[in-house]
C-alpha cells in the first residue's frame, strides 16, 4: 500500500544508543500500529495509537517508545534499554481501532546492531 | 491466553496444483480473520478477510472457510502460480485493535 511511507529501509545501531524509525501515512487512518517481526515468529505488536496524542502499549512495549503529535506520523524510537532490537519493524495504520478494519502495512526497517 | 496456531510451517506444491493452510484459533469471541502475503523483505499484504458471520468467501483463485464450532479457518489457493510463493499469515481478531498473528507458512510453488 503505498500510502504508508517507513524509513530509513535499513538501520544499525550502536550499543547504548537510541535510534528513531520513522512512519508516515496519507491515508487519513486514525489508528497506526508498530509490529516487531523476527524470523519464524508472527508479527508481534509493540505500541498502537488509535487517535492524535495518544497511544496505548502493545504485547512487546519494553525498550521503546513512540509518539502521535500528527495524524500522519507514528515514529518509533528503539532505545538503549531494548537488548536484543535487531528485526524487521513493521506500521501498519487502519481506518479505525476497532470495528475489524484491514489493517495496512508499510515496507519495513530493518534494524541491525554494529 | 489468546494464541494462533498456523499448520504447516513450509509448503511445496507443483505448479497448478492447490494449496491449503490452516490456522486454529484459542479465544471463541474471535470474529475476524485476516490472511497476508508476505514476499522476501516486503510488506505484508492484505489478500483476503473473513468475518464470523460468514462460512466462505472466494476472489478468483483465493478462498477461506471459516468453522467456528471447531475454531479454526483455511486459506485454499487454487491453480497455484509461481508467483504465489511468499510466507501467508494468518490472524485472528475481536473486534479491537489486536491482531493475534499465526507464525506464518513458507508456500514455494515449483515450476
Known amino acids: 500500500d503505498g500510502g504508508i511511507t517507513q524509513s530509513p529501509k535499513y538501520l544499525f545501531r550502536k550499543e547504548g544508543q537510541n535510534v528513531t524509525l520513522s512512519c508516515e501515512q496519507n491515508?487519513?487512518?486514525?489508528?497506526m500500529y508498530w509490529y516487531r517481526q523476527d524470523p519464524g515468529q508472527g508479527l508481534r505488536l509493540i505500541y498502537y495509537?488509535?487517535?492524535?496524542?495518544?497511544?496505548q502499549k502493545g504485547d512487546i512495549a519494553e525498550g521503546y517508545s513512540v509518539s502521535r503529535e500528527k495524524k500522519e506520523s507514528f515514529p518509533l524510537t528503539v532505545t538503549s534499554a531494548q537488548k536484543n532490537p535487531t528485526a524487521f519493524y513493521l506500521c501498519?495504520?487502519?481506518?479505525?481501532?476497532?470495528?475489524?478494519?484491514?489493517?495496512?502495512f508499510g515496507d519495513g526497517t530493518r534494524l541491525s546492531i554494529l | 491466553g489468546e494464541n494462533v496456531e498456523q499448520h504447516p510451517s513450509t509448503l511445496s506444491v507443483q505448479e497448478g496444483d492447490s494449496a491449503v493452510i490452516k490456522c486454529t484459533y484459542s479465544?471463541?469471541?474471535?470474529?475476524?480473520f485476516p490472511w497476508y502475503k508476505q514476499e522476501l523483505g516486503k510488506r505484508p499484504q492484505l489478500i483476503i478477510d473473513?468475518?464470523?458471520?460468514?462460512g466462505e468467501k472466494k476472489d478468483q483463485r483465493i478462498a477461506v472457510t471459516l468453522n467456528k464450532t471447531a475454531k479454526h479457518f483455511s486459506l485454499h489457493i487454487t491453480e497455484t502460480q509461481p508467483e504465489d510463493s511468499a510466507v501467508y499469515f494468518c490472524?485472528?481478531?475481536?473486534?479491537?485493535?489486536?491482531?493475534?498473528f499465526g507464525t506464518g507458512t513458507r508456500l514455494k510453488v515449483l515450476a
Open positions: 501498519a495504520s487502519s481506518i479505525e481501532g476497532v470495528s475489524n478494519q484491514p489493517q495496512h
Open positions: 491515508l487519513n487512518h486514525d489508528a
Open positions: 495509537s488509535q487517535i492524535v496524542n495518544d497511544f
Open positions: 479465544d471463541s469471541a474471535s470474529n475476524y
Open positions: 473473513i468475518r464470523s458471520n460468514v
Open positions: 490472524a485472528a481478531s475481536k473486534g479491537t485493535y489486536k491482531y493475534i
